[in-house]
T-cell receptor, first 113, second 109 residues
Framework: DGGITQSPKYLFRKEGQNVTLSCEQN?????MYWYRQDPGQGLRLIYY???????QKGDIAEGYSVSREKKESFPLTVTSAQKNPTAFYLC????????????FGPGTRLTVL | KQEVTQIPAALSVPEGENLVLNCSFT??????LQWFRQDPGKGLTSLLL?????REQTSGRLNASLDKSSGRSTLYIAASQPGDSATYLC????????FGAGTTVTVRA
């Protein structure tokens, strides 16, 4: 059963703590992405990776970090430097087949207490 | 920087009516444009992808048009059903997707 999984579905963290969101795909896609969604706004790109061991900053990378050690996995760490981390986080992946159709995971809702 | 606007922000129609969702974008140098559906608290589901060389794309009751030169795309949903209630997002791509805030559709039974 192919797809993208994100865990956990809901995450609570205290101010000042780092937290890592998981994203795994078994679609054999080369590219992976992290987006943030706030109420009433469109998705904003945090980081993306086109290939293992390489990643680039998106539009709102400050306060976040990523790694891409395996093709299947692209974890996102929300650091204490992120001023307003409460949001819905979405991971996506795509295959470079000329269409670059992106497929999304179910999301993780992060709440800072 | 690509700016994407979706009008209207919300739409409520009785079952059976046709839906017209508009999307405009500021930079016409796009690679393709995707329309997504998002149910509350869920991820995005890709509905249609239109390549920059195409004028429209159809899937079942859905039809999307693209006028790249004027920076516009329209999603048509024929004979709406309550199950069509969701938020619809437009995303032009120059390799990276840029998203509008979406149109939230409610179809009343």
């Amino acid at each position: 059963d192919g797809g993208i999984t994100q865990s956990p579905k809901y995450l609570f963290r205290k101010e000042g703590q780092n937290v890592t969101l998981s994203c795994e795909q078994n679609l054999n896609h080369d590219a992976m992405y992290w987006y943030r969604q706030d109420p009433g706004q469109g998705l904003r790109l945090i980081y993306y990776s086109q290939i293992v061991n390489d990643f680039q900053k998106g539009d709102i990378a400050e306060g976040y970090s990523v790694s891409r050690e395996k093709k299947e996995s692209f974890p996102l760490t929300v650091t204490s430097a992120q001023k307003n981390p409460t949001a819905f986080y979405l991971c996506a992946s795509s295959v470079r087949d000329g269409t670059d159709t992106q497929y999304f995971g179910p999301g993780t809702r992060l709440t800072v207490l | 920087k690509q700016e994407v606007t979706q009008i209207p922000a919300a739409l409520s129609v009785p079952e059976g009516e046709n839906l017209v969702l508009n999307c405009s974008f500021t930079d016409s140098a796009i690679y393709n444009l995707q329309w997504f559906r998002q149910d509350p608290g869920k991820g995005l589901t890709s509905l249609l992808l239109i390549q920059s060389s195409q004028r429209e794309q159809t899937s079942g009751r859905l039809n999307a048009s693209l006028d790249k030169s004027s920076g516009r795309s329209t999603l048509y949903i024929a004979a709406s059903q309550p199950g069509d209630s969701a938020t619809y997002l437009c995303a032009p791509s120059d390799y990276k997707l840029s998203f509008g805030a979406g149109t939230t559709v409610t179809v009343r039974a």
